[in-house]
Every structure is written in C-alpha cells, then in structure tokens.
C-alpha cells in the first residue's frame, strides 16, 4: 500500500471528523454490482441492454408480461414489478428459500 486516508465526519451536521479507522456498513450495494455485472455482460456481447427476461428464460413458465421486459427496465426499476412482496409475499418465500442460488433465482422468476 502506497497510501490512504479519509476524509468527512462522523454524523452529518458535527463537527467530529472521521478517522481511518472507523468502520462503516457497506449497505444497498448489491444493486450497483449486479448493475456493473451486468454491464461487463453487455461489453462483452454476452446480453444486450434490450435482452428479455423471456429470452434469458425461455424455458421458464411466467406470465406473459413479463417476457417482454427489457434487462435495460429491470436495471432503472421500471420493469412495473409487483407490489406486495413484503415478507408474507414472494420476499419471505424467497428468505426462506431453499436450493442452489440457481434454484432460488428461477423461484424469483416463477414467482412473479
């Protein structure tokens, strides 16, 4: 390592300034990487931002509407997805899903 530092505060509004050893929540980034892998997919001419989730799972049963949505829609959170799903809907199916992530994945998919 060549070298580090911070740079901030502690609590929006003090004055306490952060020090280069205080640990932070990494929170919500899940999707912001599975955006960048997406566009590594895309660079790479593996999927296109218009590739469908009906292309992608052909061979998945799932309502029609949902065939027709665009990976690019799915990535800005305009895919129209259902509300609903909090923990007694397909979330908490899902958190307590059991299989390979694969498996879990293709319940998502099913599911809406």
């Not at 790479?44 to 052909?58: M, N, Q, Y």
């Not at 949902?66 to 799903?85: C, D, I």
């Not at 307590?96 to 809406?112: D, I, S, Y």
């Amino acid at each position: 390592m060549v070298a580090h530092g911070c740079a901030g505060v502690r609590k929006a509004g003090e004055v306490e300034t952060i020090a280069i050893t205080d640990k932070f929540h990494l929170g919500s980034c899940t999707k912001s990487m599975t955006a960048t892998m997406i566009a590594t997919l895309v660079e790479e001419g593996k999927l296109k931002w218009e590739t469908t989730v009906g292309e992608v799972f052909a061979d998945v049963p799932m309502h029609e509407q949902w065939k027709g949505v665009r990976l690019e829609q799915l990535l800005t959170n305009s895919a129209g997805a259902p509300s609903g799903l909090e923990k007694d809907g397909l979330w908490g199916k899902l958190w307590r899903a059991q299989g390979t992530p694969t498996e879990q994945r293709l319940a998502l998919v099913e599911g809406f």
